[in-house]
């Protein structure tokens, strides 16, 4: 792997200048993941961009990531057929009675959820877009909620997917030894500046504390010009299985105790597909040739958000290539000093994952390099850590075409643009407020 220097910067500056131009996220990364080979490989560029692809859909990670995906799409079919969404959105109503409501238990249950964020993302949206509809919610405030608060509550717990990665990320940067790590993630906790606030301003956001504002705002205003249609959702509710909302809590609940318990949320979907079977096919409320015929078509119904991840992971490896990011932390870290390092640390953390939609990666980057160039100055290496892994929750929640917002715009019935347009905006809240809280810090901890 080699640097290409600013030109490195091309292909993710073509991206998303074309996501936004074109509207069209798939067109656009798939764009950029082209001039990406142009610099690589010039006029050979065909075969070699036709490796990348080949290699990055044949990883490990692209393969756990469509079949985690796509049988969640099963499951949310499955849902759907047995009345058990219909269900669940009859019982939570009665909890949820307004729209403040509403918006509170989507919030909550985005931090209840807490093993994986893509297991959150999913679950969550599926169960509460009918709620959230009933009391005319934008689904954009929907997927702003799925998917912010889910990474940040995600990161904040140790035992996650999130705090498992990050815990063998301090090991292995020399913070800690490998039998501390724990212990160690418990002190990072209070450092995490900016996935804790973001838990907070979502749930002051879902209370009405405070205000929704721009594009948000008029996404409301739009929802309240519509006439409520609870009249026909309740036409509809009395078609088809009567609805049960333990049809969906129970596959839940084993989705999460599989995950729990084998670390690993694809083993978790699959435990709640079996457990949809155990349920549904007794109860006569679908065939074993309906179960399978339903499942296929959830899967199949999740094709177009899998094709936008894949092509955000060919672009994020063609990046890679360019050396994109060892291009950055090196043009910046030159002309850092000690006290700035943890400001510097969370904002460049964000720019790279932002721009390369990888955030594992990029985080696994950003702690051996910058960890290390804080030892070194005489900083507070757990500080940085946490600027760091605050950096790439923020990259997470505002990257708008990486796997994370395309799952909530998936799961909310928006585009992945109405998702920038409108989130944005109020993730900038918590993105001032920890860029303020790590310039102080440096001063204060160093």
Same mark, same amino acid.
């Given at each position: 792997? +080699? ?38 490989? +010039? ?6 961009? %036709? ?31 047995? +009345? ?9 109503? &009665?909890? =949820? ?47 702003? $909620?799925? =998917? ?38 418990? &002190? ?37 010009? &519509?006439?409520?249609? *609870? ?84 672009? &994020? ?18 002309? $850092?000093?000690?006290?700035? $390092? ?35 100055? +005489? ?16 990259? *997470? ?28 905006? %109020? ?11 790590? %310039? ?7």
């Amino acid at each position: 792997m +080699g640097s290409y220097g600013v030109l490195s910067l091309l292909p993710m500056v073509v991206g998303i200048a074309l996501v936004l131009v074109t509207k069209r996220t798939a067109a656009s990364l798939l764009a950029g993941t082209v001039v990406g080979a142009v610099i690589l490989h +010039g006029i050979d560029f065909p075969k070699h961009w %036709l490796d990348v692809v080949y290699g990055t859909l044949s990883s490990q990670l692209w393969i756990w990531v469509m079949l985690t995906v796509g049988i969640f799409g099963s499951l949310v079919a499955l849902f759907e057929r047995s +009345g058990g969404s219909r269900g669940f959105t009859a019982a939570a109503s &009665r909890l =949820c009675g307004s729209e403040r409501r509403s918006l509170l238990m989507t919030w909550l249950l985005s931090i209840v959820v807490f093993v994986d964020d893509y297991l959150a993302i999913l679950s969550v949206g599926s169960a509460m877009k009918g709620i959230t509809d009933r009391y005319r919610v934008p689904r954009e405030m929907v997927a702003f $909620l799925i =998917c912010t608060v889910s990474a940040s509550a995600c990161v904040s717990i140790p035992i996650s997917s999130w705090g498992m990665f990050i815990t063998s990320q301090l090991a292995a940067t020399g913070i800690c030894d490998a039998s501390e790590g724990i212990y160690t993630y418990l &002190r990072l906790i209070p450092l995490l500046f900016y996935p804790l606030l973001m838990v907070i301003c979502g749930g002051l956001y879902a209370a009405r504390v405070l205000p929704v504002f721009g594009p948000m705002k008029r996404a409301y205003l739009r929802e309240q010009s &519509r006439e409520l249609v *609870c009249e026909a959702g309740a036409e509809q509710e009395a078609e088809g299985p009567k609805p049960h909302a333990w049809n969906l809590l129970l596959p839940m609940a084993v989705i999460v105790a599989v995950t729990l318990a084998a670390g690993d949320a694809m083993y978790g979907v699959f435990g709640g597909l079996i457990a949809c079977g155990v349920l549904y096919i007794p109860q006569k409320l679908m065939t074993g040739r309906g179960f399978l015929d339903t499942a296929f078509s959830g899967f199949r119904d999740m094709l177009g958000v899998l094709f936008i991840v894949g092509i955000a992971f060919v672009l &994020r490896d063609i990046n890679d290539l360019l050396g994109m990011p060892e291009y950055v932390l090196g043009a910046a870290g030159s002309a $850092l000093v000690v006290e700035l $390092l943890p400001l510097a640390a969370f904002l460049i953390s964000f720019a790279l994952g932002f721009a390369a939609g990888n955030f594992w990666g990029i985080c696994a980057i950003s702690m051996a390099v910058l960890v290390p160039m804080t030892q070194s100055m +005489g900083g507070d290496m757990l500080l940085c850590a946490g600027a760091i892994v605050s950096g790439i929750v923020a990259s *997470c929640n505002a990257c708008f075409f990486a796997s994370q917002a395309t799952l909530a715009a998936s799961a909310s019935g928006i585009t992945n643009d109405d998702y920038a347009k409108t989130s944005l905006p %109020l993730q900038a809240v918590p993105f001032v407020l920890s860029s303020a809280a790590y %310039l102080a810090a440096g001063f204060l901890m160093q």
